[in-house]
């Protein structure tokens, strides 16, 4: 095996405060580094007990955002009504021949699809 793990996936952003707020406040992530860097700061964040981080980059501002990443939550209804308190559109949940999924987008566009755990 030549690669093992995904750590880190970069995920642009245009104000790493703002996004900090969403990632924590409404996802419930943990904040894992937010050290200073060259172009701003490296700021990452996961699901609490999560191995993948997401790097909250703001230095690319040409990168476009990332869409279809695919992510696990145990509770959509649970998520869907957090998402609504907090004004994030959403679609879904849904049942699809694969089983029950969410889609919804960050601030800045980079779109997620939560399927059921």
């Known amino acids: 095996m030549l690669i ?10 245009a104000d790493q405060e703002r996004a900090l707020a969403f990632y924590t406040g409404v996802l419930d992530f943990e904040v894992r580094t937010d050290n200073p860097f060259p172009m701003g700061r490296w ?3 996961a699901p609490k ?8 980059a ?3 501002p040409g990168m476009a955002p990332i869409g ?9 209804d ?3 009504a957090r998402l609504r308190a ?4 959403f679609e879904g949940p849904s ?3 694969w089983g029950r999924q969410l889609l919804f987008h960050d601030p800045f566009g980079n779109g997620y699809v939560v399927s059921q755990a």
């Open 4 to 13: 093992s793990t995904i750590a880190t996936v970069t995920v642009p952003v």
């Open 43 to 45: 700021l990452t964040v």
């Open 49 to 56: 007990g999560g191995e993948t981080t997401l790097l909250l």
């Open 58 to 60: 703001s230095w690319f």
């Open 68 to 76: 279809g990443l695919v992510v696990t939550a145990p509770d959509l």
């Open 78 to 80: 649970a998520l869907a």
């Open 86 to 89: 907090n004004e994030t559109a």
């Open 95 to 97: 049942d699809e021949p």
